[in-house]
């Protein structure tokens, strides 16, 4: 067909759509005209409905890409959320008069013995480092320029500069942006000072145990300076790219690390935190409200430990449902198995209508009564990103409901349990965590007396 036929056919089209639009219609064909003059002056470079159209069509292209193919990141830091407004104080003013004069109670020691998450991989390329603050260590974790991670104690033994503020990688050593001393991540030795030839044996600092596994960074913490005795297992679907990520969630919280993993083991506390729809919001005070009644989760759950050599593993087992109007929807009808691995880290793996896949959960301590709870999730390719990354929103929902207990919440040591299954298990679940504390464990008394905490 030469362009001329094409031309014609084309024609040929809009005149035969013309007259069947005037006919089944009954819309005069001068409408229909004027109509499609106004559609093709949409492409005429020289009008101004050209340049609208393009303005509208580019702002709905991008926020729908966004929407539809884009990981999600949501952050929400200490004040942002998880405190009760009064309509006078803003956020951040309430969540800082409620730090001050809150209850902590006996709490726990404050930096457990695990392996910790400190940052996300992709955070950290090769040949840059960053400074972490976290189980009151401050450290340079850097990648040297072969890809691997190192974690370094963060003040040079020279004069005290910050080696990851300003620090150069230079193969696999970082070097001190203040007089050029090298260390090396493996083991912190110093390897070179451009002004002296002999190198002092003193001259290094520490490194810490770290491995890097499922995107992330992990530090080995030990407060009796054990080595590692386990390591969190890998999750072959990441690795090899069968579950890919489509998002991620971050919340500060304040409150002691061991009432996030207690949760799990809480399972009379779904009826009440976790029961309206996450159409009601995350604020406890307002979520009961009738208008969202026509909606609720329906939840049933256990919790086990593992016995050796997994002891430092235990499973919330949970069955979600949705019901509208008191019916099931069972589409929505989800099986999720949380693992439990050491002190902070959580695998929570789902298996739904759309496929399978997994939350990865990292609870760091970054100051004693302070945590980072940070959540990626991966999944099958048969999940769509859209509807993923909407799961992850409601995951986050009813996240920022428990921190709503937790930032305001005391620690009970000795809590008043009723004689019951469910009090039962949270009482198992302090003597199962209470194998991540030993003797030398740092408490909050001693950060009083030595750390104007
Ligand atoms: S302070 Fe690091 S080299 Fe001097
Ligand atoms: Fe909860």
């Known amino acids: ?3 001329f036929s094409a031309i014609l056919f084309l024609f040929f089209i ?3 759509s013309a007259s069947v639009i005037d006919k ?6 001068v409408e229909v005209g004027e109509t499609w003059n106004c559609l093709l002056s949409l492409l005429d470079h020289t009008s101004l409905n050209f340049y609208i159209f393009l303005g509208i069509f580019g702002i709905i292209g991008f926020y729908g890409k966004k929407l539809l193919f884009d990981p999600l990141d949501r952050v929400r830091l200490l004040g942002d959320i998880g405190y009760q407004a009064d309509g006078k104080w803003d956020m951040k003013e309430i969540a800082n008069s409620v730090r001050k004069r809150r209850l902590v109670g006996e709490i726990p020691p404050v930096y457990p013995n695990g392996w910790f998450g400190l940052t996300e991989s992709f955070r950290i390329k090769k040949g840059e480092s960053k400074n972490i603050s976290a189980l009151g260590l401050n450290l340079a974790v850097f990648r040297d320029e072969k890809g691997e991670v190192h974690v370094v104690d963060a003040y040079c033994p020279h004069l005290g500069a910050n080696l990851s503020v300003g620090g150069r990688v230079v193969g696999d050593c970082l070097e001190c942006p203040f007089h050029g001393w090298r260390f090396r991540g493996q083991d912190g030795k110093c390897t070179y000072i451009p002004y002296a030839d002999n190198i002092p044996d003193m001259a290094k600092v520490k490194s810490w145990p770290s491995m890097e596994i499922n995107g992330w960074i992990y530090l080995w913490h030990h407060a009796e300076g054990i080595d590692p005795n386990w390591t969190p297992p890998e999750l072959e679907e990441i690795t090899n790219g069968n579950w890919t ?3 991620r969630t971050e919340h500060i919280l304040n409150c002691h690390i061991e009432e996030v993993p207690e949760n799990g083991a809480d399972v009379v506390h779904l009826r009440h935190v976790h029961e309206p729809s996450i159409a009601a919001g995350v604020d406890l005070t307002k979520m009961w409200n009738i208008l969202w ?3 609720h989760h329906a939840w049933s759950a256990s919790w086990e430990p593992h016995t050796a050599p997994e002891e430092h593993i235990s499973t919330l087992s949970i069955s979600h449902s949705m019901k509208l109007f008191g019916k ?4 929505l009808d989800m099986n999720v198995s949380a693992r439990q691995i050491g002190p902070g880290i959580v695998y929570l793996e789902f298996v739904s209508l759309f496929g399978k896949g997994v939350f990865i959960h990292n609870l760091t301590p970054i100051e004693p009564m302070v945590q ?3 959540h990626n999730i991966y999944v099958s390719w048969t999940y769509p990103t859209f509807v993923a990354k909407f799961f992850m929103l409601g995951e986050a929902i009813h996240v920022e409901r428990d921190i709503m207990i937790w930032n305001n919440k005391k620690y009970i040591d000795k809590p008043l349990f009723v004689k019951s299954k469910e009090d039962s298990v949270i009482a ?5 965590y209470s194998q991540f504390y030993s003797e030398n464990s740092p408490r909050l008394k001693f950060q009083k007396e030595t750390l104007d905490w």
């Not at 089944?24 to 064909?29: A, F, M, N, R, T």
């Not at 099931?328 to 589409?331: A, D, E, F, Q, Y």
């Not at 198992?428 to 199962?432: C, F, K």
Request: hydrophobic share 45%; glycine share 4%; aromatic share 10%.
């Open 1 to 3: 067909m030469n362009i």
């Open 14 to 16: 809009v005149a035969m």
């Open 24 to 29: 089944l219609l009954e819309i005069p064909l």
């Open 245 to 247: 990520y489509r998002g």
């Open 293 to 295: 009644s026509f909606s």
């Open 328 to 331: 099931s929807l069972t589409p």
């Open 372 to 374: 980072r709870l940070v």
């Open 428 to 432: 198992r679940h302090r003597r199962w």
